[in-house]
């Protein structure tokens, strides 16, 4: 079977700022920059995608049957959709990308074209810029008034579009919650939540939560419409209302939910905002502001200032706020104790708690830290890997004090030796130790499960190591290849690491077992990087 042809991205200029920047060719490419979405909304509106994502290869030809299109246009919009890295092609046909396929294709699961299609839908109220710096607000006013049918067909298709989105956001911070709450909340208040996609997914991921759906009256009647279906809305509770104003008074929540909200609003309004969810929260509840920032997104530094814009054309006074006035807001609010970190798309979170703490912004290593820590380690601490103690006398002690030297093949003499672990380690910047306890087989799936979580969260190097003699099988020799490679791992004694040194590091007591009762730790290390 041949293989899919590998695609050459074409990406959209380079928009870092560069005042040394000399040429003319990044002010051409600016200026031409919406080609490529125009690429992607024709394609959209065609259905295409949905053409390509039956799961086999299409021929051109075929394609142009099946369509009747012009054949000249439609080779040479396939040949940009190649370009842009969106439809591969092979011997057998035309086939999507994964990314075209996972988000692209007409009732998908994922499915973004009404998301995407909405941002079409809004691009020439950026054709008002000049005139909202030059007049202000006003230009921002509707020149006639809209009919009544057709300002909710506008709401509904917004509320639509904007909870493809939601959907997917709240599934990347999904699994940082789990580990920066407490505890699961018993109530939640997604304020301003459009159709719930926040609700529903946390609803789901935790099912003895309930959730309080606030917005507009029409937004509310929007998500009604949209899902219809009463098993959508089991355990949350929809109320159409307006946010600036007293409201929900006899309720309190666990967790308030202010995703993309803020943004819509100016200073004082915002503040109000946070205010009243402060006056809302249940004793140790937490207000957690999903939002894009104005500067600081590692991924999108510039998606902040340009959205900053596009609320500007499009709200009455929505801005984007920076980190640092989003945190003095809570703080006015009186939410004191504060973490924020950077979801991996474009967007951040802030958890704010009204309880005396600190201001702490939590990096993609540190959230790693308390993932691998969840799947159920007594123990889990950040160690350089050059700081990994590994001493001869190790894997000496390992010759003359363990019965299993040279029967198990993840133990010395066909373990790394000293030379090869230090080589081992110095290729690695970051590793996470861990502590656990028996049953050892136990032990080692967690270690595994670990290493899987790293490899997953795009650290391809993750190399695990674990405790004591291998546990996989019952009988182990060097005259058989190993039958469980891919989960096998040689201990760190195995491999000349001074385990009572590492604990020590990490400010964990790790003392010999002394009776048969006493209680016994393992010592397991992921390298990370």
């Known amino acids: 079977m041949s293989a899919v042809t590998e695609p050459k991205y074409i990406t959209p200029p380079g928009l870092e700022p560069d005042p040394a920047r000399g040429d003319f060719q990044f002010l051409e490419d600016l200026a031409t920059a919406h080609w490529y979405s125009e690429v992607l909304f024709a394609s959209l509106e065609l259905d295409l995608f949905s053409l390509l994502g039956h ?3 299409l021929a051109r030809q075929d394609l142009i049957q099946q369509t009747g299109w012009d054949p000249d246009a439609l080779d040479r919009l396939l040949e940009a959709l190649k370009a842009l890295g969106l439809v591969l092609e092979n011997e057998y046909g035309l086939t999507n990308s994964p990314l075209a396929q996972r988000f692209l294709v007409k009732d998908g699961e994922r499915f973004l074209g009404d998301f995407l299609a909405y941002r079409r839908y809004i691009a020439p109220s950026w054709r008002k810029l000049p005139d909202r710096v030059r007049l202000g607000r006003e ?3 509707r020149r006639e008034e809209e009919a009544g049918d057709d300002y909710q067909k506008r709401v509904a298709a ?8 939601a959907g997917l956001k709240v599934r990347e911070a999904l699994s940082h919650l789990e580990h920066l709450l407490p505890a699961p909340p018993a109530k939640i208040l997604d304020l301003g939540g459009g159709a719930g996609a926040w609700s529903r997914a946390l609803t789901r991921h935790w099912p003895d939560t309930e959730a309080v759906l606030f917005d507009l009256p029409e937004v509310i009647a929007a998500a009604g419409e949209i899902y219809p279906d009463p098993a959508h809305w089991q355990g949350i509770e929809r109320i159409g209302g307006d946010c600036l104003r007293p409201c929900l008074a006899s309720q309190s929540f666990d967790l308030i939910i202010l995703s993309n909200l803020l943004h819509a609003y100016g200073r004082q309004e915002a503040l109000a905002i946070l205010r009243q969810a402060r006056g809302w929260l249940a004793p140790g509840g937490g207000v957690l502001i999903h939002d894009y920032l104005l500067e600081g997104h590692p991924a999108s530094p510039l998606k902040g200032r ?3 814009l596009h609320m500007l054309l499009n709200t009455y006074n929505g ?4 980190l640092d006035e989003l945190q003095d807001l809570a703080r006015e609010a009186g939410l004191y104790s504060q973490r924020s970190l950077h979801l991996p798309s474009d967007s951040s979170l802030l958890l704010a708690w009204a309880k005396p703490g600190q201001t702490e912004h939590l ?4 959230l790693l830290l308390g993932r691998v820590k969840a799947l159920g380690f007594a123990q889990a601490a950040p160690i350089s890997p050059n700081q990994i103690p590994v001493k001869p006398w190790v894997r000496q002690k390992c010759a003359t004090g363990c019965a299993r030297y040279g029967r198990s093949l993840q133990c ?10 230090q080589a081992i380690l110095s290729s690695y910047e970051r590793a996470i130790l861990l502590q656990g306890e028996p049953p050892g087989k136990e032990f080692h799936q967690k270690l595994l499960a ?4 790293c490899f997953l969260a795009g650290h391809h190097k993750a190399l695990a190591f674990g405790a004591g003699p291998c546990t996989l099988c019952d009988q182990c020799g060097p005259n058989r290849p190993c039958l469980q490679p891919d989960k096998a791992r040689p201990a760190l004694e195995a491999c000349g690491v001074d385990v009572y040194a590492c604990a020590e590091q990490a400010g964990w007591s790790l003392e010999p077992v002394q009776t048969r009762d006493g209680y016994v730790k393992y010592l397991g290390l992921v390298l990370v990087d």
Not at 158 to 165: G, I, M, S, T
Not at 450 to 453: D, G, I, K, Y
């Open 450 to 453: 670990a290493e899987r979580l």
């Open 306 to 308: 340009l959205y900053d």
């Open 412 to 421: 010395p003499p066909h373990s790394p030796d000293e030379a090869r672990m």
């Open 363 to 366: 990096d993609e290593f540190q």
């Open 139 to 141: 230009a921002n006013r």
């Open 158 to 165: 917004y509320v639509k579009a904007l909870d493809a989105q």
């Open 55 to 57: 799961g086999q290869a």
């Open 319 to 322: 801005r984007i706020f920076g």
